[in-house]
């Protein structure tokens, strides 16, 4: 059984910084595409961004780049994910997810973390 | 992003059958052969349910079946059960992007 189990959410002001983390089991961690995926309370899901296999493609939402870095450590089995300058706009439920990408894009996600709430306010 | 459009809300009686629409452009839900279907239960995270248009995953009730015509793709619930009470999203590849697109989410009410 895939398991994908967040941490690091919580509340940060406007500006600050916060890493998220996801350790994953039950599967091949060093073989899938992962990613993140966010929604905003009451909304609609949102793409964030998604990592290749190897980690030599990196791909992010317009709205995160030059803020948000995603990288993993196959050693670890682990997806992180790390904001700065954050904004109340990325106030959401961040999910680990388990990409399906082709050549050159990722449009599925097979599997969800139970996801972590990042709140950004004063 | 521009998300792919689907109903606020759709409602059936418990036996009915009803269809969710997802209405993309020919960049994304026509031009490509990867829409998929999500099931988000209230205060869950969502799970796969339909993906490349038509296939499901192992372990999916076969009461989901998936569809597409030209632009727009469609879920249809079959034999509607009150545990089908859920939000469903719509995803799809779009050109000229890395990472896919989500629908608006329906809500749907189990009579």
């Known amino acids: 059984e895939v398991q994908l189990l967040e941490s690091g959410g919580g509340l940060v002001q406007p500006g600050g910084s916060l890493r998220l983390s996801c350790v994953a089991s039950?599967?091949?961690?060093?073989?899938?595409?992962m990613g993140w995926v966010r929604q905003a309370p009451g909304k609609g899901l949102e793409w964030v961004s998604s990592i290749s296999d190897s980690g030599g493609r990196t791909y992010y939402e317009d709205s995160v780049k030059g803020r948000f870095t995603i990288s993993r450590d196959s050693s670890k089995n682990t997806l992180s994910l790390q904001m700065s300058s954050l904004r109340a706009a990325d106030t959401a439920v961040y999910y680990c997810?388990?990409?399906?990408?082709?050549?050159?894009?990722?449009?599925?996600?097979?599997?969800w973390g139970q996801g972590t709430l990042v709140t950004v306010s004063s | 992003q521009s998300a792919l459009t689907q109903p606020a809300s759709v409602s059936g009686s418990p036996g009915q059958s009803i269809t969710i629409s997802c209405a993309g452009t020919?960049?994304?839900?026509?031009?490509?052969?990867?829409v998929s279907w999500y099931q988000q239960n209230p205060g869950k995270a969502p799970k796969l349910i339909i993906y490349d248009v038509t296939q499901r995953p192992s372990g999916v009730s076969d009461r989901f079946s998936g569809s597409k015509s030209g632009d727009t793709a469609s879920l249809t619930i079959s034999g509607l059960q009150a545990e089908d009470e859920a939000d469903y999203y719509c995803?799809?590849?779009?050109?000229?992007?890395?990472?896919?697109?989500f629908g608006t989410g329906t809500k749907v009410t189990v009579l």
């Open positions: 020919s960049s994304d839900v026509g031009g490509y052969n990867f």
């Open positions: 039950g599967l091949t961690f060093s073989t899938n595409a």
């Open positions: 997810v388990k990409a399906h990408c082709g050549a050159t894009s990722c449009s599925r996600v097979d599997y």
């Open positions: 995803s799809s590849h779009r050109n000229s992007r890395n990472l896919g697109v």
